[in-house]
């Protein structure tokens, strides 16, 4: 019994062997641990593969232990030597598991007489699920290849061979090799002025789970945005993200003085090419983000909010498995309301505050009982499925609701000391319920009954009475839609003309699933939301101008999805396609032009999409 144990007896710290069965990683934490990491690396571009040697520092937890078992996912074995502490090697014996398609295989390597260290040489496959390849061609100034990872959740197995568990922390030095003029960045402190020699170093010092492990390569320039902040990217596009994320050093600022010391040291922002399939992952030193929130106005840049947040909840505590998510992302998601709110004023919180609120109220009835969970039974979840909107924004709800019951000065007070007490750990919900229940909902009674709690943490669907924000403006466009549908007020007569980013986002959500065609015709003729550079508008335009079966938009939408590869703006236009047969011919079409661009998590999103789509058919 993993989950419930340290929960109904109040054991304020789960005891290792509880955590070594995370089931998404076949790592055995209560043999032996992983706690520091060598690796080398060469970039070999034309053959898309990294050739690797990891050297891993072991602490022997069982003095029985016969084994390491690691996690790989498509990595060609060379050898694998123990390392004495003269530098010696010895070979070791090892078995590689056929491959299971969600874990990979496991890598079982014999070991009775407990070496203090282990190395593994191998070669990374051209499809590693944890890396994106992009030819010169595909990036955007066409003049060098490009490669980048996403370990988040379970991919961290595809371009390094160990124990794939968040539950597990190591410190990492790297030495990288790429061919010269390429510049190479990692989730660790990146020199700015580092020579394109092709000879990288890095030294993460703080421990970190794998997932957090990142490399990124390519024609990179640098921009400094402050004193320890600085945006990286292709050299056609690094001026306007400086410019966009001109407000990091503030949004630092801010959240040290919420929460307690940045203590990661720099913080930088590498912008990949649109293939990327998320819209940021916060590596430590180096956020990932996608360029599609380079829209001039700065008006995405709460995703800097989150992926700056997460250098507090996620990577400073961590979620102790993938069950766990919502740890990460709900708090995340909730202090980056908070600098938000501290930066760019009150009423943009809210109103991106409504916007995932109303999107989760649409969304979580449709969802299977577990997955509306906040921390669900992790049994037939894949470690990706964990990452859905009830982890982000049901967690952030939970937490907005503390904050209103306790009060802002208390409740920030308890954040701080929570992000203080579990610093550079990894633990399991039950664990942060553990410090919860006296060191705030018993300290201050009659605020909130720890069956409230419960009932967000383990219940279905949203309690009943969850606080939403209020936002005359989002009221105003509620009235507004209302009237537009029922033809009261045309489309052009719309007040829409200084309408942000997030109030034409609540507009378009809120329409019918599918519109009447004439409506949505009315609308583009007098906004012109077809070819919209900015692709949250995009995404949310053409998924209602599609399912209301307006082929007019048909061309702009393949061009946005061709160019997009970012999941979340992307996908939604394939589901909206694949509802008929013609749509979903296609669609099909305009991925067999897209394929070879995206990433390979999107290829397989798509995919499946597709796949389901002609199954019902
Ligand atoms: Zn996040």
Known sequence: ???????????????????????????????????HLDLNLDIDFPHKQLDGQATLKLDWQNPQ?????????????????????????????????????????????????????????????????????????????????????????????????????????????????????????????????????????????HPIPSYLLAIGAGDIAVKETGPRSAVYAEPSVVAKAAHEFEDTEKMIATTEQLYGPYRWGRYDILVLPPSFPYGGMENPNMTFATPTVLVGDKSLVSLVAHELAHSWSGNLITAASWRDIWLNEGFTTYVQGRITEA?????????????????????????????????????????????????????????????????????????????????????TTETMLDYLKPNLIDKYPGKMGWDEVQAWVYGTGIPKDAPLPDSPRFDAIDKERRAFLAGSLAADKLDAKGWSTQEWMYFLDRLPDAPPLAKMQQLDAAWHLTGTPNAEIGMRWYSHAIAAGDKAVWPAAAEHMIRIGRLYLTTPLYKAFAKTPEGLAYAEQVYAKARAGYHPLTQQAVESILAKAKKAK
């Open 343 to 427: 930066v760019y004023g009150k009423p943009l919180a809210d109103e991106e505050a409504l916007l995932s609120a109303r999107a989760l109220q649409k969304g979580i009835a449709a969802m299977p009982a577990n997955a509306q969970k906040l921390a669900p039974d992790p049994r037939g979840v894949g470690a990706d499925d964990s990452l859905s909107d009830v982890a982000y924004d049901k967690g952030s709800w939970f937490l907005r609701t503390l904050e209103q019951r306790f009060g802002r000065a208390d409740f920030d007070a308890y954040l701080k000391g929570y992000f203080d007490h579990f610093a550079f750990q990894s633990i």
């Open 65 to 205: 232990a016969q084994s390491l078992v690691l996690d790989t996912r498509d990595l060609k074995i060379a050898k694998v030597e123990a390392v004495g502490s003269d530098g010696g090697t010895t070979p070791l014996k090892y078995a590689l598991s056929p491959r299971d398609k969600e874990l990979g295989s496991k890598l079982t390597i014999a070991a009775p007489k407990h070496p203090s260290q282990v190395r593994i040489v191998y070669t990374t496959s051209p499809g590693a699920s944890g890396l994106q390849w992009l030819t010169p061609a595909q990036t955007a100034d066409k003049k060098a290849p490009f490669m980048f990872s996403q370990s988040e959740s379970i991919h961290a197995r595809s371009w390094v061979p160990l124990q794939d568990s968040p539950a597990i922390r190591f410190t990492y030095d790297a030495h990288v090799t790429a061919p010269k003029d390429i510049r190479v960045v990692m989730s660790a402190i990146n020199d700015a002025k580092h020579p394109l020699n092709g000879d990288f170093t890095f030294r993460q010092p």
């Open 1 to 35: 019994m993993r989950f419930l144990p340290a929960l109904a007896f109040g054991t304020l710290v789960l005891p290792l062997a509880a955590l070594a069965n995370d089931p998404n990683s076949y790592a055995q934490p209560d043999q032996v641990r992983v706690t």
